[in-house]
């Protein structure tokens, strides 16, 4: 899960109950308030690291300014990365990393060199495991065929279904699904999301359709938070789900218990009527 930073207190008592139902993995990124946020789950996590068993995963790759709290470009060279692990141990108050990503990626990039500098940090002990987060299909092909990647992060849910285009490709990958609930689409409050954050519609669907969409989906399964996390679950591993409140955490879980009861085959007919979508760019 991902942990709001706005109030510690409340966020200590988020994660306090996130442990308490057995949620394992917390997500960071040393871009997310210019190292801020790891400093501040390295604390709280601190805590409950010697009666709780989780793991947590951040990334980098992406250089920017702490004074100025700005990023200033996109750098994977082996030498950055190499420097900034530094800067995440200490951040996160961890002598090894679990999961290091690296925070996105090009084609254009000095890939060998990006993957040397991942299993030296590996190899040292330094990092437990590394993956990707990315969603470009020509550097999620290289990296399987040209490492040990262990994990994969990508935006995945029923209306982005790009990732299904890739699974053949990753079978031996762990993959880690963010983004299922669509920016609030797939909750209850979904016709207000999408007239406020999506009123041109998106990926091709214009906000009527997506509307109807849902609605019906919603007559159906009461749930759209549960439908979502059951389509997700019939192809990922790890559900990477963030929560700004501790009720907002409670609905997730609700919603993710209803899943596990669920079989997303019953809902396979209103589900087509989501397209089946590819990534146009970044082509393998």
Do not use: C
Not at 88 to 115: A, C, F, M, P, W
Not at 151 to 175: A, G, H, K, S, Y
């Amino acid at each position: 899960m991902n942990l709001p930073l706005e109030d510690e207190i409340k966020t200590e008592e988020i994660l306090e109950f996130a442990l308490s139902q057995n949620i394992n993995y917390f997500d960071t990124a040393d871009l997310y308030q210019f190292g801020k946020n790891e400093e501040v789950v390295g604390k709280l996590l601190s805590k409950y690291r010697s009666r709780n068993n989780f793991t947590i995963g951040t990334k980098v790759g992406n250089e920017f300014d702490i004074q100025l709290q700005q990023k200033i470009g996109w750098n994977p060279t082996g030498r950055y990365i190499k420097e900034q692990v530094k800067n995440s141990l200490y951040r996160l108050n961890v002598d090894s990393i679990d999961l290091y990503q690296l925070h996105g990626g090009t084609i254009e990039d000095d890939k060998d060199e990006t993957i040397s500098a991942f299993e030296d940090l590996k190899a040292e002990g330094i990092i437990k495991s590394y993956g990707l987060s990315s969603i470009r299909p020509n550097v999620i092909d290289y990296y399987i065929k040209n490492s040990n990647l262990d994990t994969l992060m990508m935006q995945f849910n029923p209306i982005d279904n790009r990732p299904l285009e890739l699974m053949d490709l990753l079978q031996d990958v762990v993959i880690m699904a963010r983004g299922p609930l669509m920016k609030g689409i797939f909750t209850q409050q979904f016709a207000n999301v999408l007239q406020q954050k999506f009123p041109g519609g998106m990926f091709g669907y214009s906000s009527k359709d997506l509307t109807a969409i849902l609605s019906e989906l919603m007559e159906v399964t009461g749930d759209l938070s549960a439908l979502s996390y059951r389509y997700i679950l019939d192809y990922s591993d790890i559900i990477v789900s963030g929560a700004s409140t501790l009720q907002q955490l409670q609905n997730n879980l609700d919603s993710y218990n209803k899943a596990l009861e669920m079989n997303s085959t019953d809902f396979t007919g209103i589900l087509q009527n989501f397209k089946k979508l590819r990534y146009e760019d970044h082509r393998i």
